[in-house]
């Protein structure tokens, strides 16, 4: 009887559940009343659907690596506004509709503190993609020309917040200055977006490189944007420097 119980379980793809009944059948000394038991039963089903949930979510954003808010070294010497990325966690802002902003030289943390908050907002149960920017550009430049141009936007479009690494490393040509646009302006007032970036906000209207365009870009970014401003030395460098001698 139990064992066609727990089959049809299987079957019903109630996986938590099935864990949770045969534990309890496993385990005699437990001693749950009907209710308790239901309750046990059901809890458990939630929470495992709620974990692949986030699995799920995380495997979509393709992070480059695990990255949590917990890490984040909150050292004087970095300017990191702990208080704000306090706030930040509770994702907030993706409910306001905000976009955040990175910005600090080579090697400071800017990519983990931006996957960290990505990491938090899949956990809380939102859709998150990660970009290396350049990369997204030449996949959207594939996309045009095999005309998966306009799912790939929509997809994008969809996803509750989306995290575009290193901006800036390189000027935006006139396709590029188009997608980048495409994207900021399906977003706006609806979605969050983070950007992480070596150069300080000021210089961003010289990579994109057309004033006009610029100026709506950036209209549509920094409005009510909150800004991370990371000081001091590279991470990696210290890490380097803090690894025993062989």
């Known amino acids: 009887m139990n064992d066609q119980t727990l089959e049809k379980m299987k ?8 864990r949770a009944f045969n ?3 496993e385990a005699s000394s437990i001693d749950y009343t009907n ?12 929470d495992d659907r709620e974990n692949r949930k986030v699995e799920r979510l995380i495997n979509t954003a393709k992070f480059r690596y695990k990255a949590f808010i917990e890490e984040i070294d ?11 990325i306090n706030r930040l966690e509770f994702c907030d802002f993706i409910k306001n509709k905000q976009n955040i902003l990175v910005c600090g030289s080579t090697g400071v943390g800017k990519s983990f503190i931006a996957t960290a908050i990505g990491y938090k907002a899949c956990m809380m ?42 901006f800036g490393l390189q000027s935006l040509d006139n396709f590029k200055r188009q997608d980048l646009m495409e994207i900021i302006e399906d977003r706006h007032g609806k979605k969050s977006t983070i950007i992480a970036s070596q150069l300080p ?18 209209d549509r970014i920094v409005h009510n944007a909150l800004r991370i401003e990371l000081k001091g030395e590279s991470m990696r460098k210290k890490k380097i420097e803090k690894q025993p001698i062989e």
Do not use: C, P
């Open 74 to 84: 909150f050292d004087s010497s970095r300017g990191v506004d702990k208080n704000l």
């Open 201 to 218: 906000v000021e210089s961003w209207h010289e990579v994109i490189a057309e004033q006009t365009i610029a100026d709506a870009i950036l």
């Open 23 to 25: 534990t309890t059948l």
């Open 35 to 46: 209710d308790e038991l239901i309750a046990y039963l059901i809890n458990s089903e939630y």
């Open 11 to 18: 079957q019903l793809r109630l996986y938590g559940m099935s």
């Open 125 to 166: 149960g939102y859709k998150v993609m990660y970009f290396n920017i350049n990369k997204l550009f030449s996949k959207l430049k594939m996309a045009k020309a095999d005309g998966s141009y306009i799912k790939e936007i929509n997809k994008i479009e969809k996803q509750d917040l989306i995290i575009l690494d290193d």
